[in-house]
């Protein structure tokens, strides 16, 4: 088994300041394929046959949501890029922007002219601000070649909030506010940008875009699963020998990822979708990652055995509480009441009776928050509860028998 | 951008020139002052409190002055892991100061923060709007002797 290039086909290979090299690859022939050979209906027809699904981490079918935008009633309407990659231990877009910004221009071009749309926004997080010069050298040249004829891409920078990430508050984000998230229903493809229908889709699916629309969907959807298809982009990371970019079929199994690929060594626990994600331990490193076990954004984190899962833990609840973005009481007041208890633990005070206090906790956010940031915040909680429970239980009997560092 | 077609009082998108100027206010001055908030509530003519209320969301726009030079480490897992505190310690250390603060000479302000997406180089930090990767102890110096 080995790492399979589409998504990456062109990085590390083209210049991504000039987009001679990569027109020389098959560049915006897809994008002229739509434009000349298809309607936009065909367009969206293709991308829904693919089986394609959002890389941002919900699986949503990108078919169906540029469907729902190319219906919705409105004249003026919208393509976003998420670029505002904060997820912990996500960094396959930063790689995929710094070379090869032009795939994702086709990407973007191909969506404007199938839902609609005559502006289009990339949302690039601040940190990287160091790649914003790449990226509109690249929307510069793409103009100048004229495939931009029919859309305006102008690229957006965060100010550094991780909920920007979330579509709702990223769209609010842009529109000059506080980056919080919306009450839903209406979903962005009816109400989305001001209002306006829009489809906001992640760096990576935008990615996929036009070899889908030049191979064709059954092309694509040979590869992964039933309900996974084509490759995922993972960004490796921690206890491992080789971290990086790695490029699967989807459905590959992560011991093939964390072992073979990135060379990682008696592994305790893995971290699969960054700090909102699952956490497994060793003994499941065969599963194999699709949207149907376990995947999130690819965000891989590996820890090896000499690691302290109530510190990781921990540590993990700060992020979560420092970056709710505090519109929700159950998310902005129950990840501090999880760092908190947390807290407790990593201090060797922890009690019988948090144990079930962080599961009362965990259930109420999951129900009852806004946002999948409350929602899925619980998860290193739960997960730890369910596979260290060990771990929890000596820091209680650490307290009972006072031996507290 | 094309605004040809919408009306001046359509307040929502008059808004969404509001992050932008913060951020220039930001990069202008080192920070968003009181006198930079009061202005672009002026220009867009929308409240103060609206206008405070998103300077002071975004970790990288500050109400109060910043020194010359941003340092921001990550401490996010996959560079705690990679023991980001032997460079926060290093860096405490060489400038005196601790995050939160900012060097008597204004030279240098120190603040940690999540991650920044360099986590395959880490540990990781971001000075200004550089990145700087694979860090260790031995390098701080040259590094922050680079910066004026």
């Not at chain 1, 062109?10 to 001679?20: G, L």
């Not at chain 1, 029919?150 to 550094?160: L, P």
């Not at chain 1, 919306?182 to 996929?208: A, H």
Request: charged share 25%.
């Amino acid at each position: 088994m080995s790492e399979k290039r589409i998504v990456l086909k062109n990085c590390e290979v083209i210049d991504p300041r000039d987009i001679a090299t990569y027109l020389d690859r098959d560049g915006f022939k897809a994008w002229e394929k739509a434009r000349d050979d298809m309607t936009p209906e065909q367009v969206i027809g293709e991308l829904k046959d693919s089986g394609l699904r959002g890389r941002g981490g919900a699986g949503f079918p990108c078919g169906l949501k540029w469907e729902m935008a190319r219906e919705a009633p409105g004249d003026e309407k919208y393509v976003i890029c998420n670029a505002d990659e904060g997820e912990v231990g996500t960094f396959k877009d930063r790689y995929i922007l710094e070379n090869d910004p032009f795939t994702l221009i086709e990407g973007i071009a191909i969506a404007a002219y199938a839902i609609g749309a005559k502006q289009s926004y990339i949302y690039l997080r601040a940190e990287y601000h160091y790649l914003l010069d790449v990226l509109t050298n690249a929307i510069a040249q793409a103009r100048e070649r004229g495939f931009l004829k029919h859309v305006d891409i102008n690229v957006r920078e965060g100010a550094g909030a991780y909920i920007c990430g979330e579509e709702s508050a990223l769209m609010d984000s842009i529109e000059g506010k506080r980056g919080e998230v919306r009450y839903r229903p209406p979903f962005p493809p009816t109400k989305g940008l001001w209002q306006s229908p829009t489809t906001i889709n992640n760096v990576e699916s935008l990615m996929n875009i036009a070899q889908i629309i030049l191979n064709g969907a059954g092309w694509f959807n040979q590869i992964g699963t039933e309900r996974s298809k084509g490759t995922k982009v993972f960004s490796v990371s921690g206890d491992v020998e080789k971290p990086g970019v790695y490029e699967l079929a989807l459905g590959s199994p992560l011991r093939e990822l964390v072992m073979d690929l990135a060379l990682a060594e008696r592994v305790k626990m893995v971290q699969i979708g960054g700090a909102t994600g699952r956490i497994v331990p060793y003994e499941t490193i065969d599963t194999p990652l699709s949207f149907e076990t376990i995947l999130g954004a690819g965000a891989i984190t590996v820890f090896n055995e000499s690691r302290d899962v109530i510190d990781i833990v921990y540590r993990t609840t700060e992020f979560l509480a420092e970056e709710s973005c505090g519109k929700c009481s159950p998310c902005r007041e129950g990840t501090e009441a999880m760092v908190e208890i947390m807290e407790r633990f990593s201090r060797g005070e922890g009690e019988e009776k948090d144990i079930r206090l962080l599961e009362e906790l965990s259930e109420a956010m999951m129900l009852s928050s806004l946002c999948g940031l409350g929602q899925a915040a619980p998860n290193p909680v739960i997960d730890t509860l369910r596979y260290f429970r060990d771990d929890y239980d000596s820091r209680i009997k650490q307290k009972q028998g006072g031996t507290v560092l | 951008m094309n605004r040809n077609q919408e009306t001046a009082s359509f307040q929502g998108k008059n808004h969404e020139n509001l992050l932008v100027l913060l951020k220039e206010a930001q990069s202008k001055f080192g920070y968003v002052s009181e006198e930079s908030i009061s202005e672009i509530t002026q220009s867009l003519g929308i409240p103060v409190s609206e206008v405070y209320g998103v300077a002071t969301f975004y970790s990288f726009l500050a109400t109060k002055p910043l020194g010359r030079n941003v340092i921001r480490i990550c401490k996010s897992l996959p560079c705690y892991l990679k023991n980001s505190r032997m460079i926060i310690e290093s860096i405490e250390d060489k400038l005196g100061i601790k995050p939160g603060e900012t060097t008597s000479d204004g030279k240098f302000s120190l603040e940690l923060t999540n991650c920044i997406g360099a986590c395959d180089k880490a540990p990781a930090m971001l000075i200004n709007n550089d990145v700087h990767v694979n860090l260790t102890p031995s390098k701080i110096s040259q590094i922050l002797d680079s910066y004026e």
